[in-house]
């Protein structure tokens, strides 16, 4: 959520900032600081009328003692206090009203960032060599048929379209980028956590997906009596809400943590023809970084967690390169995203693996996650995230980048204490 006091100080910056993101938001600023207005009116008028209920209720005793008639005082009071009520009704209406619009707005985007959508994102390096075979490549689908690494028929036969199992040396396969990931981010200083992956409304709503994106997740019906939850996203949704209400001390942050989760979305399928087999599923595995920094420290949070990323990347001795956001390409929620994207050679192009983002306070302000600093003032925290990594899109490369011409697959050196081989052949 965007700081009221800022839209107010600044409101012409901030609807050109968010016309960079393609969001209009003239109308609704318009009516922000229309209702703060109002809202601010209303309290103002009710605590007078408070104040003077206070003045009256003082006066009573005094007019007994004296003998006084009271009752114009207790009509006076009557009719203040219906006044106090239709005014906290109206002020009611008029706050969730305000909440409403701000929590619809999206975040500010860096002022660097450029405008407009993937036309304008910005490759800002490049690592290794695209691959080049001196022989009639696979792509993976066929390459992990023919291994038996990934089981489609059967994947589409338990759950439809858009899932798929691993098996035998796939399963083992999976399960090392997983371990390999995950010791090294605990090496790096990471906690890791492993979080519910069914979650309530309140962490969607922190997160920044809710209101807006509510439909794009898996909700799960349950009784009246319970709370309605939804399968996590991505463990970002949960980990941002860890010090959701909570106040930290300067001494506790940095707080870094990593999860690996299964992510469930709605919105994938493979609705582009080069996007078949495990490039965009409804379930796939991901380990994601979250951090949680003062404000002066959150670049240097940015850039610790794309080196993370890249260094992840490089460790399996990919091609890839690191992409800046435009504006617009920026999900809802961040101020400025990066994009780790590796090269899948039966696609003919990138592929995002990790999306490395700073919310900026924009979540903290949704989840009230605040500090405490040394000289008692309050503020909120940054908040920062980064997938390290997805693994449907890293499997696909790396039996693509790794294949032989006898269609085996060279498991990357990182990952063979864990697969236990160091090739997979049939």
């Known amino acids: 959520m965007l700081d009221i006091k800022y839209i107010k100080e600044n409101p012409d910056e901030v609807i050109a900032r968010l016309a960079k993101k393609g969001k209009d938001a003239k109308e609704e600023i318009a009516q922000i600081l229309s209702l703060d207005a109002e809202r601010r009116a209303l309290i103002a008028e009710t605590e007078s009328i408070k104040a003077e209920q206070n003045k009256m209720n003082k006066m009573i005793p005094v007019y007994k003692k ?61 690592f290794g060599d695209p691959k080049v075979f001196d022989f009639e490549p696979k792509n993976h689908v066929d390459l992990c048929t023919d291994l038996g690494l990934i089981d489609y028929k059967r994947g589409t036969k338990l759950s439809g379209a858009g899932f798929w199992i691993y098996r035998g040396m796939g399963a083992r396969l999976e399960w090392a980028l997983l371990n390999y990931f995950v010791d090294t981010h605990i090496g790096n200083g990471y906690e890791l956590v492993l979080v519910p992956h069914m979650l309530g409304y309140e962490c969607g709503l922190t997160a920044g997906q809710f209101p807006k994106f509510a ?81 002066e420290k959150s670049d240097e949070a940015f850039e610790e967690l794309v080196a993370n990323a890249e260094n992840l990347v490089k460790g399996l001795g990919f091609h890839f390169r690191t992409v800046k956001l435009a504006a617009e390409d920026c999900s809802a929620s961040m101020a400025r995203t990066y994009d780790i994207e590796i090269n899948i050679p039966s696609m003919n192009g990138y592929k995002e693996v990790s999306s490395v983002s700073n919310a900026r306070d924009y979540q903290a302000r949704r989840g009230m996650m605040r500090v405490k600093r040394a000289d008692g003032k309050t503020e909120f ?38 697969v236990g081989v160091d090739i997979i052949k049939k």
């Open 66 to 126: 004296e003998g006084k008639d009271v009752s114009a005082i207790f009509v006076q009071m009557k009719e203040m206090s219906a006044k106090t009520k239709e005014i906290d009704e109206r002020l009611k209406t008029v706050e969730t009203q305000f909440q409403s619009v701000m929590l619809g707005l999206p975040n500010l985007p860096d002022e660097d960032l450029l405008p407009g959508g993937k036309e304008n994102n910005e490759p800002l390096r490049f």
């Open 215 to 295: 439909d794009d997740v898996y909700w799960l019906e349950t009784a009246e009596d319970e709370r309605r939850r939804f399968m996590l996203p991505t463990a970002e949704t949960a980990l941002v809400s860890l010090h959701r209400d909570e106040i930290l001390t300067e001494a506790d942050l940095p707080r870094k943590y990593i999860s690996y989760t299964p992510c469930f979305r709605r919105e994938a399928g493979s609705y582009r023809a080069d996007e078949r087999g495990m490039v965009r599923g409804h379930q796939f595995n991901k380990v994601e970084m979250v951090q949680y920094t003062l404000p």
């Open 381 to 418: 925290v940054h908040t920062l995230n980064g997938s390290g990594l997805a693994t449907s899109r890293i499997l696909p490369a790396l039996v693509e980048q790794n294949q032989q011409a006898d269609g085996s697959v060279v498991v990357p050196e990182v990952l063979r204490k864990y």
